[in-house]
T-cell receptor
Framework: GDSVTQMEGPVTLSEEAFLTINCTYT??????LFWYVQYPGEGLQLLLK?????DKGSNKGFEATYRKETTSFHLEKGSVQVSDSAVYFC????????FGAGTRLTVKP | ETGVTQSPTHLIKTRGQQVTLRCSSQ?????VSWYQQALGQGPQFIFQ???????GRGNFPPRFSGLQFPNYSSELNVNALELDDSALYLC??????????FGSGTRLTVV
């Protein structure tokens, strides 16, 4: 079945460092791809999405490009802040939403 | 305010008991999904309802059941609770224009 594999964490970075969290997917069709963020004690917030190949989703300085040839949707940010500390989930959707296991990011001042 | 409200926010139950979790979404959001998120893991799809009918189910036993009501509210019922049912339960509504909107979840602890 459709699935998502994302980079295991935790990831610890210093403020203003460059962030990449890898995500690859397996799907029989052409799913939409998403990145969600979860802050401690809270539910999921949509960070960005892409609905077809070569689309780039972006929000709050985060970006991810839907790469059909490599079946990837890596999350990047050029300069992370302490407030970006959270758990990030890659997900795909055709009928239901399938999530990766999550990557915990900690940004230190 | 996400537009999806879940209650209660926290709940403690004893093994073997039954529990009902509730979700309320906005008018017109005909599709609702429920997810289980165990500690340190990603959410797992339980089932989905569309216009009060179940139209998709993940790998969960029949003791996990649901209902969707005409007023865009829904319930997740779990019978014969087990310790491994302890998790954050997330409700999400879906529309073609917005996509998925998640609630903040109900944290269930089974002791």
């Amino acid at each position: 079945g459709d699935s998502v594999t994302q980079m295991e964490g935790p990831v610890t970075l210093s403020e203003e460092a460059f962030l990449t969290i890898n995500c690859t997917y397996t799907a029989t069709g052409y799913p939409s791809l998403f990145w969600y963020v979860q802050y401690p004690g809270e539910g999921l917030q949509l960070l960005l999405k892409a609905t077809k190949a070569d689309d780039k989703g972006s929000n709050k300085g985060f970006e991810a490009t839907y790469r059909k040839e490599t079946t990837s949707f890596h999350l990047e940010k050029g300069s992370v802040q302490v407030s970006d500390s959270a758990v990030y989930f890659c997900a795909l959707s055709e009928i239901d939403m399938r999530f990766g296991a999550g990557t915990r990011l900690t940004v230190k001042p | 305010e996400t537009g999806v409200t879940q209650s209660p926010t926290h709940l403690i139950k004893t093994r073997g008991q039954q529990v009902t979790l509730r979700c309320s979404s906005q008018s017109g959001h005909n599709t609702v999904s429920w997810y289980q998120q165990a500690l340190g893991q990603g959410p797992q799809f339980i089932f989905q309802y569309y216009r009060e009918e179940e139209n998709g189910r993940g790998n969960f036993p029949p003791r996990f059941s649901g209902l969707q009501f005409p007023n865009y509210s829904s319930e997740l019922n779990v019978n014969a609770l087990e310790l491994d049912d302890s998790a954050l339960y997330l409700c999400a509504s879906w529309t073609s224009t917005i996509g998925y909107t998640f609630g903040s979840g109900t944290r269930l602890t089974v002791v």
